[in-house]
């Protein structure tokens, strides 16, 4: 399998840029997700790994080998769309087997090679059908299987899922993991779905407007946001931003005002802020609780979610609109009535005007 290296990698259509300086090392047999809204990019940059596109500037090694100016076939690689690109009038096995009889593969090798694959995504006995006559899922296997086949040295997928129900997709999202597994591969995946991208991922690439904002494991993405747009983008149901006065700032970190709460110190590395300004103060609905007590942030409930195992409350804290607060399934909350909220401001993030994450300050352990 192989190593993939983006250097410096900048596309221009015309006069508009789609994507920004990209650099990224992905790792043999790694699982890494290109994640990020509509429009950002990231079919562009799959397609530009793939050949099928070509960098303005930059330069792509796959295995250590520069393969910028190299024809997709020498690449190695193999893509999966998110239309399943099957032939209609061939079988199953016909359409599997459609880049080995191409490659002018001998039979028993071929038929060797068409029955493994189908067998990893058990088709075996579907081998016989034409496409119509498979379920969605069942097509995207095949369209899998065809890619297996070729034995690329890495696997790309663009959105491969997004035409299945949820159901489906948390099924074939499963599959997929356990194919990854299987074939010991490396795969790069685009979706712009957090959920696929957090679940399938070893790291995730999350890109904005053909900028890459932050290279890191899931947990790292989600417990560890470099800017806002990562903290807003990972975790669902999403995080709460609440724009705060900034009281102070000195050595133990800043000091905010919070909405019923007053003054709270929050120990984040504090050097560039200035004192008077705002800064944003970011929260996960499932780091809040119910206080049983007279203090905390005041929410004024607007809808309750009953989930069995969880209730969604959404609401307004000061003067920010759909705040959500992710609390326990047994939670008893009436619409229109004020809870009081209470968060750790261990758990809290600070972000900048520039929308960066202001680090965490290591306490020492004595003080913890
Ligand atoms: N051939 C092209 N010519 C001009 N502009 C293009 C071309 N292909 C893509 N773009 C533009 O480049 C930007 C990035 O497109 P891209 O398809 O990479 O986005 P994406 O992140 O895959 O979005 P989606 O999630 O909707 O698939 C978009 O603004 C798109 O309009
Ligand atoms: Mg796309």
Redesign the pocket.
């Known amino acids: 399998m192989a190593t993939v290296s983006l250097k410096s990698i900048n596309k221009w259509f015309d006069t508009s840029q789609v994507l920004n300086d990209i650099s990224l090392d992905i790792e043999d047999k790694e699982f890494v997700v290109f994640v990020g809204p509509?429009?950002c990019g990231?079919?562009?940059l799959?397609r530009i790994v793939a050949g099928l596109e070509e960098a303005t500037t930059g330069e792509i090694e796959i295995d250590g080998i520069e393969v910028s100016s190299a024809h997709p076939i020498e690449r190695g690689i193999s893509m999966v769309f998110?239309s399943y690109a099957l032939y209609p009038h061939l079988t199953v096995f016909e359409n599997i087997a459609f880049p080995l009889r191409v490659a002018k593969m001998p039979k028993t090798e071929l038929e060797e090679q068409v029955m493994r694959a189908a067998e990893t995504l058990q088709l075996t006995d579907r081998l016989q059908h034409k496409p119509g006559q498979l379920s969605g899922g069942q097509r995207q296997r095949v369209a899998i299987g065809r890619s297996i086949v070729r034995q690329p040295k890495v696997f790309l997928f663009?959105?491969p899922l997004s035409n299945l129900d949820a159901a489906l997709r948390g099924e074939m999202r499963v599959e997929l993991a356990k194919l990854h597994k299987s074939l010991d591969a490396t795969m790069i995946y685009?979706t712009?779905d957090q959920v696929e991208a957090m679940t399938l991922a070893d790291r995730i690439v999350v890109i904005s407007e053909g900028r890459l904002e932050q290279f890191g494991t899931p947990m790292e993405l989600y417990h560890r946001p470099k800017t806002k747009f990562v903290a807003g983008f990972i975790g669902n149901p999403k995080m709460n931003f609440l724009k705060v006065p900034c009281l102070s700032s000195n050595s133990s970190g800043v000091t905010l005002k919070l909405p019923d709460i007053g003054e709270q110190l929050l120990p984040v590395e504090a050097d560039t802020v200035e004192e008077g300004g705002n800064l944003e103060v970011g929260i996960r609905p499932e780091d809040f609780s119910l206080s049983d007590t007279d203090k905390g942030m005041p929410m004024k409930v607007e809808v309750v979610e009953h989930l069995g195992g969880s209730t969604m409350v959404y609401g307004s804290v000061a003067d920010h609109l759909n705040f959500c607060a992710l609390l326990p399934g047994d939670t008893e909350v009436s619409d229109d009535s004020v809870v009081k909220l209470e968060v750790n401001p261990a758990s809290m993030h600070v972000f900048n005007s520039n929308g960066d994450a202001m680090r965490r300050r290591e306490i020492p352990a004595m003080h913890r």
């Open positions: 509509s429009g990231k079919t562009t799959l998110q663009d959105e685009v712009h």
